[in-house]
């Protein structure tokens, strides 16, 4: 199974780019709008690492920094949509 298809992360990516359109500030709706296409892209990433894995048996090297990347991203958006949530309530 894809982690791009999984249930979790399309609920997880739906519900930031819900969030994501509710926000006002063009600035900061441009840039949570890059780091949802830039999660996107580390997902397939992973995806690609992943069948590389049942093709070769062996796990590459860069699927490590390509999930730490992933969680970095991930940690940002929920900050900054946070932050900007609890600023307009």
Not at 32 to 52: F, Y
């Amino acid at each position: 199974m894809k982690l791009e298809t999984s249930e979790k992360f399309k609920k997880e990516f739906e519900d930031y780019r819900e969030r994501i359109e509710k926000i006002s500030k063009e600035s900061l709706k441009l840039e949570l709008t890059g780091l949802l296409k830039e999660m996107l892209s580390k997902v397939r990433s992973i995806d690609v690492q992943h069948n590389q894995l049942f093709e070769r048996k062996s796990l590459p090297t860069s699927v490590v920094d390509t999930r730490s990347n992933l969680l970095e991203i991930r940690r940002k958006i929920d900050k900054k949509l946070k932050d900007w949530e609890r600023a307009e309530s």
